[in-house]
C-alpha cells in the first residue's frame, strides 16, 4: 500500500513569513498532484509535477518534485491571509492510482 | 466551462434513515465521476468510481453504494445510516482516457457534511 505523509500537521505564521510544507512517501509515483482546500469546500487542483527535479512555480508558490520522484515540497513566499487552507498532496502511480496524503492545515495570520 | 454541482451542502439524519446525495457535471461529456470521503486527519478515501452510464466499481467496503443513471450524474445512497457514515463527502470528476487523471487531476464539488445522529 503505498502512503504518502505530509509535514508538518498543523502550521500557523505571520503574514509576510515564509513557509515550506512536505510530501513525502517510500513509493515512486508518475506524478504528483498539490490542491488546496478552504474551509467547507472541495479541494482546487494548484500544480501537477510529473519529471523528477521538475521545478513550478504559481505566483509566489514553488513546487519541487524529488529526484527520485517519491517526494515533493511547497514553498510560500510572503504567505498572505489568502493562502490559509488545507494542503493536500496526490500521489499517482503508474498504474493510474491515486493516494492522498492527510495535508497540512496552514493559517496565516493578519 | 465545466462545472461540477453538489447537493445539499449540509445535512443531519438520524441512524437507521436512508441517504442520498446527487452530483452533475455539466459542459463535458463522458466524465469519470468519483465519490470520495474526507476525514479529519486521514486525508481522502475514495469509495466509488464510475467511466460510465451504470458502471460502479467500488474501493472499499461499506454501508454505502452507487449509482451513474444519466452521463453526468453521480448518486450516493444508503438504506440505513451508521454513526460511522459521519464524515465530509465530495464528488468528483476527471477527463475520461488514459493518463488524464495523473495529469488534469480531479475537478471536486463543494462537497456535503453528513451528520448521523
Known amino acids: 500500500t503505498q502512503l504518502l505523509e505530509q509535514s508538518p500537521q498543523f502550521l500557523s505564521i505571520q503574514e509576510g513569513e515564509n513557509l515550506t510544507v512536505y510530501c513525502n512517501s517510500s513509493s515512486v509515483f508518475s506524478s504528483l498532484q498539490w490542491y488546496r482546500q478552504e474551509p467547507g469546500e472541495g479541494p482546487v487542483l494548484l500544480v501537477t509535477?510529473?519529471?523528477?527535479?521538475e521545478v513550478k512555480k504559481l505566483k509566489r508558490l514553488t513546487f519541487q518534485f524529488g529526484d527520485a520522484r517519491k517526494d515533493s515540497s511547497l514553498h510560500i513566499t510572503a504567505a498572505q491571509p489568502g493562502d490559509t487552507g488545507l494542503y493536500l498532496c496526490a500521489g499517482v502511480n503508474y498504474g493510474q492510482n491515486f493516494v492522498f496524503g492527510p495535508g497540512t492545515r496552514l493559517s496565516v495570520l493578519p | 466551462s465545466q462545472t461540477i454541482h453538489q447537493w445539499p451542502a449540509t445535512l443531519v439524519q438520524p441512524v437507521g434513515s436512508p441517504l442520498s446525495l446527487e452530483c452533475t457535471v455539466e459542459g463535458t461529456s463522458n466524465p469519470n465521476l468519483y465519490w470520495y470521503r474526507q476525514a479529519a486527519g486521514r486525508g481522502l478515501q475514495l469509495l466509488f468510481y464510475?467511466?460510465?452510464?451504470?458502471?460502479i466499481s467500488s474501493e472499499v467496503p461499506q454501508n454505502l453504494s452507487a449509482s451513474r443513471p444519466q452521463d453526468r450524474q453521480f448518486i450516493l445512497s444508503s438504506k440505513k445510516l451508521l454513526l460511522s457514515d459521519s464524515g465530509f463527502y465530495l464528488c468528483?470528476?476527471?477527463?475520461?482516457?488514459?493518463?488524464?487523471?495523473?495529469?488534469?487531476?480531479?475537478?471536486f464539488g463543494s462537497g456535503t457534511r453528513l451528520t448521523v445522529v
Open positions: 509535477v510529473v519529471t523528477g527535479g
Open positions: 464510475s467511466v460510465g452510464i451504470g458502471q
Open positions: 468528483a470528476w476527471s477527463v475520461s482516457g488514459d493518463f488524464t487523471l495523473a495529469y488534469y487531476g480531479y475537478t
